[in-house]
């Protein structure tokens, strides 16, 4: 069953909310192949900005992260049917940065694995821009459900 979420149905997803939401909506969702694809734009009046690099602002590479971590979030709670204050992440188990991210910049977050690990699911995750250039890739352990 493929499906998308619009802004308001991330947001009411989501335990994480404004000014710390990172995923913006979910361009596809694939509950039979555990597969999802989202959406994030870092406007250029984000508070971040002033501070991380301000004559040349950059999205912080631990912001790109949780952009992965809420993506995954999304994906467990409506593979698993949980609600979202049941799962966190865990672990960063590896990840890679390859592009900055400047304001105003689109990048698509996109499940590449899921794995249950013991009482833990891995994801895989990587970003990309519009241009299908790389930004980063990560695999993350999170804890869902009692």
């Known amino acids: 069953m493929q499906t998308n ?3 308001k149905q991330v947001s009411e997803l989501l335990p994480q909310k404004e000014p710390f939401r990172f995923v913006t909506d979910v361009i596809e969702l694939d509950l039979d192949l555990n597969h ?11 508070i ?9 602002p ?3 590479g631990v912001l790109l992260i949780e952009c992965m971590a809420q993506t ?3 994906l467990l709670q409506k593979v698993l049917d949980i609600e979202m204050h049941e799962a966190y992440l865990v672990k960063v188990v590896v990840s890679t940065f390859y592009s900055i991210v400047k304001p105003n910049d689109n990048i698509f ?14 994801v895989s995750l990587k970003i990309k821009f519009e241009t ?8 993350l352990l999170l804890k869902a459900g009692e």
Do not use: Y
């Open 109 to 122: 977050i996109e499940s590449t694995d899921m794995t249950l690990k013991g009482n833990f699911w891995e």
């Open 48 to 56: 971040f900005f002033q501070g991380h690099f301000p004559n040349k």
């Open 36 to 46: 999802i694809k989202a959406h994030q734009i870092f406007g250029k009046n984000e």
């Open 5 to 7: 979420l619009n802004s």
């Open 58 to 60: 950059i999205v912080p």
């Open 72 to 74: 995954a979030l999304i």
């Open 132 to 139: 299908n250039k790389k930004v980063a890739k990560a695999t």
